[in-house]
């Protein structure tokens, strides 16, 4: 198996040849983790095929964390020359969703060892550009450094997205890998139970001139939540817990839906959990990275947002308890509580970074104070709407990466999967996808009358409008 990867770097220190030779090493970790998750992919012909309709082929992707480093070290003014104007523009745009009904990508490809070829000479002047370029502690905002760290940490957030896609891709077009093992121990479903925690405030963002850890635009700033006291589940919802709202015609009795989640099950005529197999019986299989295996029904469920939301108005009913999904506010006093506080999440203790398995584990595997999983195994759905904290400011490199999800349309998810990394491993971290996306995401529920915001997030005007316009996303 891969080794765990390499914690986020400080941006401080004292001596610049020893933070050259560290960032030398976490880029290449980097670069060659998410090419190796590329190996699982049969033969050639695979990266061009979609995983699913209304995304690229699997080439785009390939091409895409490498042309980013070019494209932001143009904007900081560390390069002015590109190395491939024509991909540096075809592999830019595209990464989200086209449209759902899309049926077809009509773009030309170049080869795929023309791809191969072009991400070495990425690899090979960003190695030089980190060497040679003058450095000076700490890295700033300003910093072309900050282009390259931002390079890395995006092509970390495409080794687990790229890894969602490879497991939609029908199992002919790829085989398993001795670096990406699967955990070994499947059992049956556990009894979960609820568990009490007290209300306080926290208090949430990084200040602006925080050189600690790199982050991303959207946790700089601030907000204060006055968080409730509420109970929460013991364990994420398993593949056994939540087979019950399954058998349950949960997925065909219209009323533990929202409108949203209506039109995701008429688009997509689903049945079941994305990584569930009908079987004739009325059994499933499960689908893991990049093989089929019975179900794990111990392990937690992989649903979007508005799946997770059925769940919890059908539980509701059923019980005559008001079940919803946490809070950013209340997963933060979970976190708290479970001692998992630090500025980086502790991979011994928890699924996440690459340490144990490339796929989750038992949900009663790592126990975070009363709970288990708060970070770790899969990521865990939020009814928070993704906005901005007081004071946020767009980093003006990559001014499409928060402001588009300032919609409405986007949910915040915590604590990271197996195979988060780099950014995605902080506690100050904020990830948002819109609720019918499909992730290495679950969640755990809630009982609380909810939270009274002490501050009320500042709601940035969104400047992307026209986004499905301009680029043909939803």
């Known amino acids: 198996m891969l080794h765990r990867q390499m914690k986020s770097l400080g941006l401080g220190g004292n001596d610049t040849q020893s933070k050259r030779e560290e960032l030398r090493d976490y880029f290449h970790q980097s670069f060659a983790l998410f090419e190796s998750l590329f190996d699982l992919l049969a033969f050639d012909e695979v990266f061009y095929r979609q995983s699913e309709p209304t995304r690229h082929p699997m080439i785009f992707y390939f091409g895409h964390t490498a042309i980013f480093y070019i494209n932001k070290l143009i904007a900081s003014g560390a390069l002015t020359e590109r190395i491939n104007p024509h991909f540096e523009e075809l ?24 791809v191969r070829v072009y991400r070495q000479q990425v690899r090979s002047l960003v190695d030089q550009l980190i060497t040679t370029l003058p450095m000076k502690l700490p890295i700033t905002k300003e910093d072309p450094f900050w282009a390259i760290w931002m ?20 199992l002919e077009f790829v085989h398993p890998h001795e670096d990406f093992p699967i955990c070994p121990i499947q059992g049956e479903r556990l009894e979960n139970s609820m568990v009490e925690f007290e209300g306080r405030e926290v208090c949430l963002g990084k200040g ?11 946790e700089y700033g601030n907000t204060c939540y006055s968080v409730e006291d509420f109970k929460t589940s013991k364990y994420l919802v398993s593949n056994g817990e939540y087979l019950e709202f399954v058998l349950a015609n949960g997925y065909t009795t219209p009323c533990w839906w929202d409108e949203e989640g209506l039109r995701y099950l ?9 990584f569930w197999i009908p079987n004739k019986d009325g059994s499933y299989t499960y689908r893991a990275l990049a093989q089929e295996m019975p179900m794990p029904y111990n ?51 928890s699924n996440i970074n690459l340490a144990h398995f490339a796929s989750s584990v038992p949900v009663d595997t790592f126990a975070h104070g009363k ?22 400011k767009t980093h003006p490199w990559y001014d499409d990466f928060s402001e588009p999800t300032f919609d409405g349309k986007h949910n915040l998810m915590k604590g990271g999967s197996w195979i988060s990394t780099g950014n995605e491993i902080l506690f100050t971290s904020r990830y948002a996808f819109r609720r019918h996306f499909i992730q290495h995401a679950g969640f ?3 009982v609380g009358d909810g939270e009274n915001e002490a501050k009320k997030y500042t709601r940035i005007e969104n400047m992307y409008e026209d986004w499905k316009k301009r680029y043909g996303s939803v």
């Open 266 to 274: 008429q688009i997509r005529q689903v049945t079941s959990p994305p």
């Open 299 to 349: 392990w937690p469920v992989e649903v979007n947002a508005l799946e997770a939301e059925a769940f919890c108005r059908w539980k509701s009913a059923q019980e005559g308890e008001t079940y919803r999904l946490p809070s950013e506010g209340e997963w933060m006093v979970m976190a708290q509580e479970g001692g998992m506080k630090e500025d980086i999440f502790d991979d011994q203790r």
């Open 371 to 392: 709970l288990y999983d708060v970070v770790g195994n899969v990521w865990q759905w939020t009814q928070t709407q993704m906005d901005a904290y007081e004071g946020f």
């Open 444 to 446: 755990r529920y809630v």
């Open 151 to 170: 390079g890395i940490e995006h092509e970390r957030i495409h080794i687990e997205t790229s890894s969602v896609l490879h497991r939609q891709m029908p």
């Open 208 to 218: 602006g001139e925080d050189n600690g850890l790199y982050g991303w635009d959207n």
């Open 91 to 114: 592999f830019a745009v595209g990464v989200d969703e086209m449209t759902w009904d899309a049926s077809s990508d009509s773009l030309k490809w170049p080869s795929i060892d023309a």
